[in-house]
């Protein structure tokens, strides 16, 4: 098995793991609008990331890697949904009566977030050259020397890059389903695959904070007061 068959196997396992973990709950089992729409973006995620992966094994590298920034976005609107200060945000995005900010202004509210905050900003501020790749940019655009011959825009190195990156990220967003739905259990099970995953993309060059603790939960402010306890809100 080749460098890349192995990678793609593995992130193949992946998804078809959190997949099965989204499918046994139900959101009509959760009563916050948050935890809905959290579950919700976290599933999405995860039939991004299963697109990419049919991407890189038909070989439109160009295509996986812009695949990346949905993954990215995706991931992202989870976290800022997961962590809105107050559910009547939530009930306006639900209802279809509001659309979510722009991915600048959730990446930088999600960066303020507590404890993990700072790693978000690391590790969205390392993936300036992918970001170039995903948005279709000249690093795309001058690689192809050959039109029609799409199998040589990238090597093996960065399309296995592409495939660390999408694994880390859908771990992430496993990660906030995991508080969507107060599973403790499963997010410890996530964290450990995600040490491996960081460990790997390391390895690639891409700064991924080995400190990279625990997520917490979110402060949910509801009619006027604050739920489980007075911890200041930390989102909005």
Same mark, same amino acid.
């Given at each position: 098995?080749?460098?890349?068959?192995?990678?793609? *196997?593995?992130?193949?396992?992946?998804?078809?793991?959190?997949? %099965? /973990?989204?499918?046994? $709950?139900?959101?009509?089992?959760? !009563?916050?609008?948050?935890?809905?729409?959290?579950?919700?973006?976290?599933?999405?995620?995860?039939?991004?990331?299963?697109?990419?992966?049919?991407?890189?094994?038909?070989?439109?590298?160009?295509?996986?890697?812009?695949?990346?920034?949905?993954?990215? +976005?995706?991931?992202?609107?989870?976290?800022?949904?997961?962590?809105?200060?107050? +559910? =009547?945000?939530?009930?306006?995005? +639900?209802? %279809?009566?509001?659309?979510? &900010?722009?991915?600048?202004?959730?990446? *930088? $509210?999600?960066?303020?977030?507590?404890? /993990?905050?700072?790693? /978000? +900003? !690391?590790?969205?501020?390392?993936?300036?050259?992918?970001?170039?790749?995903?948005?279709?940019?000249?690093?795309?655009?001058?690689?192809?020397?050959? &039109?029609?011959?799409?199998?040589?825009?990238?090597?093996?190195?960065?399309? =296995?890059?592409?495939?660390?990156? *999408?694994?880390?990220?859908?771990?992430?967003?496993?990660?906030?389903?995991?508080?969507?739905?107060?599973?403790?259990?499963?997010?410890?099970?996530?964290?450990?695959? $995600?040490?491996?995953?960081?460990?790997?993309?390391?390895?690639?060059?891409?700064?991924?904070?080995?400190?990279? !603790?625990?997520?917490?939960?979110?402060?949910?402010?509801?009619? %006027?007061? !604050?739920?489980?306890?007075? $911890? &200041?809100?930390?989102?909005?």
């Amino acid at each position: 098995m080749s460098l890349l068959d192995a990678r793609f *196997a593995r992130s193949a396992h992946l998804n078809h793991v959190c997949v %099965g /973990i989204l499918a046994k $709950r139900s959101t009509d089992s959760l !009563t916050d609008s948050r935890d809905r729409l959290t579950v919700k973006a976290t599933d999405y995620v995860a039939e991004l990331h299963r697109s990419q992966l049919f991407l890189l094994n038909d070989q439109h590298y160009g295509a996986a890697a812009a695949m990346m920034r949905l993954v990215m +976005e995706g991931a992202l609107s989870a976290l800022y949904i997961l962590h809105l200060k107050d +559910e =009547a945000h939530a009930i306006q995005l +639900e209802g %279809g009566k509001s659309f979510l &900010p722009s991915a600048g202004k959730m990446f *930088a $509210r999600c960066s303020r977030l507590p404890v /993990i905050g700072a790693n /978000i +900003e !690391t590790i969205g501020r390392s993936q300036g050259p992918f970001h170039k790749f995903t948005h279709g940019d000249m690093p795309q655009i001058n690689r192809r020397h050959s &039109p029609g011959d799409w199998t040589g825009t990238f090597d093996q190195r960065e399309i =296995a890059t592409f495939s660390i990156i *999408a694994d880390f990220v859908l771990l992430g967003a496993m990660d906030t389903y995991s508080h969507a739905v107060a599973d403790l259990v499963l997010q410890k099970a996530i964290r450990a695959v $995600r040490d491996d995953n960081g460990a790997e993309a390391r390895a690639f060059g891409m700064q991924i904070p080995e400190d990279d !603790t625990f997520s917490p939960p979110p402060v949910r402010v509801s009619n %006027g007061g !604050t739920e489980g306890g007075t $911890r &200041p809100s930390y989102a909005g």
